[in-house]
């Protein structure tokens, strides 16, 4: 009997080890994958907030959508209006499916049930005022002219991480038309805000810029000045050029010099394409033979 409740003890604990861990892994995997984009209860950040998905979604769903959102909201009408109201879809993540069940329970666990909401009695929240000069709104122009050149790439990053402009394009006139490589962030300021742009940047979520800025983090006054940037170029946009890349002027442009250049080389080498090298002495000896 005694043996009975060893075991029976045992295997209590293992199963209650095994629950610890895996709350301490979704913990884990949350903060690490998701808190850059998603807070659970605390209101939109780039992403929904994710408070209590796992009553409105399956867990089929979740899985599949987080695993590749573009692909699954073109077969998922949910998925494609999510994808639609936030305009674009959520990076592709490599995890597996029992990580993502692991963040699903600790979403679960950190959403409190309505019911538990309306019979608890409402606590007034004490409004966290933000220090003005912490707000990218009330920057000075010298964090934002920071913020441009680190954007440019004229300033590099402390850590030596690639400038934006590599990859993104914004509409300012101190500026060259930038990259293609992905969104454009003229109005990203209206888009995110300050925290969702501090997450993005912090954290990266998308996995070509997680691997850009892994081994070399951007710092705060980094982030700062660019947020600067960025607000200025959103409160601004009306009066900045649309500097764009033509690409029928590079076509064309490209198309013509190569003909000019072609035309150059086939004036250069046309007698030597109709002639042979020693005509001339062919010539001469031919003459000479003739007049004997």
Avoid at 43 to 53: I, N, R
Avoid at 100 to 105: C, E
Avoid at 166 to 173: E, F, I
Wanted: aromatic letters at 6%.
């Amino acid at each position: 009997m005694k043996m009975k409740l060893k075991l029976i003890g045992a295997t209590v604990s293992i199963v209650l080890s095994g629950m610890t861990m895996n709350a301490q892994d979704g913990e884990a995997l949350f903060k690490q994958t998701c808190s850059a984009c998603h807070t659970i209860g605390k209101g939109k950040l780039v992403g929904p907030d994710l408070k209590g998905v796992n009553t409105k979604r399956s867990e089929a769903w979740i899985i599949s959508f987080v695993k590749n959102a573009q692909t699954f909201g073109e077969k998922d009408a949910d998925a494609k209006a999510m994808i639609a109201e936030y305009g674009y879809p959520m990076p592709s993540q490599t995890i597996s499916d029992a990580d993502i069940k692991a963040i699903i329970s600790h979403i679960e666990a950190n959403s409190p049930t309505e019911a538990a909401e309306t019979t608890t009695e409402a606590v007034p929240v004490e409004e966290v005022k933000q220090d003005p000069a912490l707000d990218p709104a009330n920057a000075s122009q010298e964090d934002i002219l920071a913020g441009i050149m680190l954007f440019s790439g004229e300033h590099r990053l402390e850590n030596g991480g690639p400038s934006c402009i590599t990859c993104h394009n914004v509409q300012h006139g101190d500026l060259i038309a930038g990259g293609l490589l992905a969104k454009d962030l003229t109005k990203v300021y209206e888009r995110l805000g300050a925290a969702g742009i501090n997450g993005m940047l912090s954290a990266p979520p998308f996995p070509a810029m997680a691997a850009s800025y892994k081994d070399s983090p951007l710092t705060e006054k980094e982030i700062f000045q660019l947020s600067a940037f960025f607000n200025d170029a959103a409160v601004n946009t009306v009066y900045q050029p649309q500097r764009t890349y033509n690409d029928n002027l590079l076509l064309y442009g490209g198309g013509v010099a190569f003909i000019i250049i072609a035309s150059i080389i086939l004036l250069m080498f046309i007698e030597r394409k109709r002639k042979c090298v020693k005509e001339d002495i062919y010539k001469r000896q031919i003459k000479a033979a003739c007049s004997k």
